[in-house]
């Protein structure tokens, strides 16, 4: 995909401190996030503001954000709970159900802050009961927003009983995402938070404007780390942790410098009493630590160099932004993740809680 030239201009003067022990980058974006409401937002909003510019806000609230009235009040609930003097932007997404309707769209692109739409299949993941029960009925809705170039952002998976949940991504890949791509070929498309190697070798071999977000744990940890000596629930996410050989291929994806990958965190914060227990709910809390944990990836895999292109430019690129102004610097300076965090009158339980990361955003 190629850079918009003010775009451009800005990656041109950046310079990157790409040495041992520090690297300095534009200040990167959220593309994928979760931040709750009411209560959870004195915790979710400043996390998100600490080293993003702007964050893609998922509308799975109860009732989903279906309208741009519904996005307009929790705009400004975020907005509301935001640090005083942050300049951090919540993006706006609308929830795509079996009713949404073509002037929906035209109203969501009319709007100034609603950026995308969001497709959940009914059932899929947290707050999802409301989701399209039958993606063709959603055809003519995909037609206006191949139309207007509002993106369409894809939880890519089916929730059918028959279906592995190890299998969903790569069975929605077969049975919808290639008519979706063949019918609607102009329809700017993001397959979110992917996790396997054939959702990584779709994206990047297919043609016209379709990208991915990854998220941290999907880089850092597989299924064996979830499983193996006991389940372990702060690991349990959906899409779910996949094998080893599907963690690798995500690997090379982000680290790739391919335009089509960029980083999204699907940070889900729940309640540490909401996840240990006999149904304890999906989602990785990854805001407190969000960049290092990218850093800790990138690091590993000697890819370093990468780092700025996924999380600072190529997701601006895609949804036609402008890059942040501001720029952020990482330092090598191992630390160790705190184990638990105040949240909405209760705690969480952090990605990478009680593990050490070498990496440290300078304040």
Same mark, same amino acid.
């Given at each position: 995909m190629?850079?918009?030239?003010?775009?451009?201009?800005?990656?041109?003067?950046?310079?990157?401190? =790409?040495?041992?022990?520090?690297?300095?980058?534009?200040?990167?974006?959220?593309?994928?996030?979760?931040?709750?409401?009411?209560? /959870?937002?004195?915790?979710?909003?400043?996390?998100?503001?600490?080293?993003?510019?702007?964050?893609?806000?998922?509308?799975?609230?109860?009732?989903?954000?279906?309208?741009?009235?519904?996005?307009?009040?929790?705009?400004?609930?975020?907005?509301?709970? =935001?640090?005083e003097?942050?300049?951090?932007?919540?993006?706006?997404?609308?929830?795509?159900?079996?009713?949404?309707?073509?002037?929906d769209?035209?109203?969501?692109?009319?709007?100034?802050?609603?950026h995308?739409?969001?497709?959940?299949p009914?059932?899929?993941?947290?707050?999802?009961?409301?989701?399209?029960?039958?993606?063709?009925?959603?055809?003519?809705?995909?037609?206006?927003?191949?139309?207007?170039?509002?993106?369409?952002?894809?939880?890519?998976?089916?929730?059918?009983?028959?279906? #592995?949940?190890? #299998?969903?991504?790569?069975?929605?890949?077969?049975?919808?995402?290639?008519?979706?791509?063949?019918?609607?070929?102009?329809?700017k498309?993001?397959?979110e938070?992917?996790?396997?190697?054939? @959702? /990584?070798?779709?994206?990047?071999?297919?043609?016209?404007?379709?990208?991915?977000?990854?998220?941290?744990?999907?880089?850092?940890?597989?299924?064996? #780390?979830?499983?193996?000596?006991?389940?372990?629930?702060?690991?349990?996410?959906?899409?779910?942790?996949?094998?080893?050989?599907?963690?690798? /291929?995500?690997?090379?994806?982000?680290?790739?410098g391919?335009?089509?990958?960029?980083?999204?965190?699907?940070?889900?914060?729940?309640? =540490?009493?909401?996840?240990?227990?006999?149904? @304890?709910?999906?989602?990785?809390y990854?805001?407190?630590?969000?960049?290092?944990?990218?850093?800790?990836?990138?690091?590993?895999?000697?890819?370093?160099?990468?780092?700025e292109?996924?999380?600072?430019?190529?997701?601006?690129?895609?949804?036609?932004?402008?890059?942040?102004?501001?720029?952020?610097?990482?330092?090598?300076?191992?630390?160790?993740?705190?184990?638990?965090?105040?949240? #909405?009158? @209760?705690?969480?339980?952090?990605?990478?809680?009680?593990?050490?990361?070498?990496?440290?955003?300078?304040?």
């Amino acid at each position: 995909m190629i850079p918009t030239s003010a775009n451009a201009a800005a990656a041109a003067q950046t310079l990157i401190g =790409r040495n041992m022990d520090q690297l300095t980058i534009i200040q990167p974006d959220d593309w994928h996030l979760h931040l709750r409401d009411e209560g /959870a937002l004195a915790t979710t909003v400043p996390a998100a503001a600490r080293c993003f510019g702007r964050g893609i806000v998922m509308p799975n609230l109860v009732p989903p954000v279906k309208n741009v009235a519904a996005a307009t009040a929790y705009r400004e609930r975020i907005l509301a709970a =935001r640090p005083e003097n942050s300049e951090w932007q919540p993006l706006m997404v609308l929830y795509l159900t079996d009713n949404t309707s073509a002037d929906d769209i035209r109203a969501a692109h009319a709007c100034a802050f609603v950026h995308a739409c969001k497709y959940y299949p009914a059932g899929a993941t947290t707050n999802s009961d409301s989701g399209v029960t039958d993606l063709e009925r959603l055809d003519e809705v995909f037609e206006t927003m191949q139309e207007l170039g509002v993106v369409l952002q894809m939880h890519g998976e089916v929730t059918d009983p028959d279906i #592995d949940i190890f #299998d969903r991504e790569a069975v929605f890949i077969d049975r919808h995402l290639v008519r979706i791509r063949e019918k609607f070929p102009a329809l700017k498309m993001v397959l979110e938070h992917i996790t396997t190697e054939q @959702g /990584a070798t779709f994206v990047r071999h297919s043609e016209g404007p379709l990208a991915a977000s990854i998220t941290p744990q999907h880089l850092l940890y597989n299924r064996n #780390d979830m499983l193996v000596g006991g389940i372990r629930p702060h690991l349990f996410c959906l899409p779910i942790l996949k094998r080893n050989r599907h963690q690798t /291929a995500l690997i090379e994806a982000a680290t790739s410098g391919d335009s089509r990958f960029f980083l999204g965190t699907d940070s889900a914060p729940h309640p =540490r009493n909401a996840k240990e227990n006999a149904c @304890g709910c999906a989602g990785c809390y990854s805001h407190h630590a969000a960049i290092e944990l990218y850093a800790e990836a990138f690091d590993r895999a000697g890819a370093m160099h990468q780092l700025e292109g996924f999380a600072s430019r190529y997701g601006a690129d895609f949804y036609n932004l402008a890059y942040n102004r501001r720029k952020i610097t990482l330092n090598r300076d191992p630390w160790t993740v705190p184990e638990r965090i105040d949240y #909405d009158g @209760g705690e969480l339980i952090p990605l990478a809680a009680g593990q050490a990361l070498n990496w440290r955003l300078q304040n």
